[in-house]
């Protein structure tokens, strides 16, 4: 099993986007997991980076990342919103009306994205976060979202926000974040690295404009990739037997909602696991 002794975590909000599947509760200690078991002198990539949870927790920790994602709006949006105030943040909220308007558009902007993520019920970008029956409500609830729901927590307040967009941004003119938008088979030549990789759940129904991905095909592919770098899978559950628990975040909470016929449906996770593969020197099957 990895330690971590949490004394070490950074002080302060963790950052990212309220993307599905956001790591944004355990960034700070999934990236401390890391230097305390294997240092900081190797290249980290984040290659599921969706909103950006992990990569922003690396850069914050002083280290280099390359932030991968199949989806480009997902890399634009947190590039989008890392490189703005919190004024600008305050312009994506948009009325039901507007939500619709912008979800029917055939080109969408990085904002009309944004306004899509922040804006919805459980963040999945489609449906408007409140009933009709609730529009005129509208503007005070989102500007909760803002200002007292912490979806964009990191940015509350402005000072806060602007030192670490700051340092953010020195991070990323001393080049340390590397942005790609790339399959993860695209990686298959990298040696000596460390991979954290968050890939669409086992046995979750996830598409990426209309692919559907296949968990079988990616273990095949980190088994191989553990033989030259060290691999660590986050996941809930992983049904392939080269993969041990190295971690677990037992206290790690998240609440994921999902729709039915309008009713809210409130889940809670509680076993987080960070995997490792326990391929070359650990080559024994459980
Ligand atoms: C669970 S989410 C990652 C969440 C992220 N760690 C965060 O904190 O926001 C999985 C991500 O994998 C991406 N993805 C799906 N198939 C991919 C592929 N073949 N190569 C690279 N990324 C892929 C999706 O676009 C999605 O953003």
Request: proline share 1%; net charge positive; charged share 35%.
């Amino acid at each position: 099993m990895l330690i971590l002794d949490e004394k070490k975590i950074r002080k302060g909000k963790p950052i990212g986007l309220p993307y599905q599947g956001s790591k944004k509760k355990i960034s700070k200690k999934i990236i401390e997991i890391i230097k305390q078991n294997f240092g900081t002198d190797k290249i980290i990539y984040d290659i599921f980076g969706g909103g950006g949870a992990i990569t922003a927790e690396f850069l914050l920790n002083g280290l280099s990342v390359y932030y991968n994602d199949l989806d480009k709006d997902a890399t634009d949006m947190f590039l989008k919103v890392i490189s703005e105030d919190k004024e600008y943040l305050k312009t994506l909220l948009v009325s039901r009306e507007e939500f619709f308007r912008i979800r029917d558009k055939d080109d969408k902007t990085v904002d009309d994205n944004l306004k899509l993520l922040i804006n919805s019920f459980g963040n999945n970008s489609k449906d408007y976060l409140y009933g009709k029956e609730h529009a005129d409500l509208k503007y005070r609830l989102a500007v909760e979202i803002v200002e007292r729901h912490d979806v964009f927590s990191g940015y509350k307040q402005t000072d806060t926000w602007l030192r670490r967009y700051r340092e953010l941004e020195r991070l990323q003119q001393l080049e340390r974040l590397h942005i790609t938008n790339l399959d993860y088979k695209s990686f298959s030549d990298v040696k000596d690295a460390v991979f954290y990789l968050d890939p669409p759940y086992e046995n979750t129904k996830q598409y990426y404009k209309g692919d559907t991905f296949d968990s079988q095909s990616f273990y095949d592919w980190a088994y191989e990739m553990s033989k030259k770098n060290i691999v660590l899978i986050s996941s809930y559950e992983i049904s392939d037997v080269r993969f041990k628990c190295v971690y677990e975040f037992k206290t790690a909470k998240s609440t994921l909602q999902s729709g039915s016929a309008g009713k809210k449906v409130r889940e809670v996770i509680y076993g987080e696991i960070v995997t490792q593969s326990c391929g070359f020197l650990f080559t024994e099957r459980r």
